[in-house]
């Protein structure tokens, strides 16, 4: 059976893109205690934290439409916490 949480498709990556995630996935490789994160979950986690990013840009709450010209932030820990769930 198919866990639909884990679909594969088919997914065409830019060469831009692909060297920034080849050079994501090496910035994990030479820390200290060197992490091995494969392909797709660097396209993953990528895509989440650019999810986040997207979701404060557009939050209505805030009371700015998306042309002001504000700084939006993730907190170190939400980016700790994304980095986690694709690292252990």
Do not use: C, W
């Amino acid at each position: 059976m198919i866990n639909m949480n884990d679909v594969r498709k088919n997914l065409s990556i830019t060469g831009d893109n692909d060297k920034r995630i080849q050079n994501n996935r090496s910035a994990f490789l030479g820390l200290d205690t060197p992490i091995d994160i494969d392909y797709s979950k660097m396209v993953n986690m990528l895509i989440e934290l650019g999810d986040v990013l997207i979701k404060l840009k557009n939050n209505p709450e805030s009371g700015e439409s998306e042309h002001d010209a504000q700084i939006n932030t993730i907190t170190g820990t939400e980016i700790t916490k994304i980095i986690e769930r694709y690292t252990t």
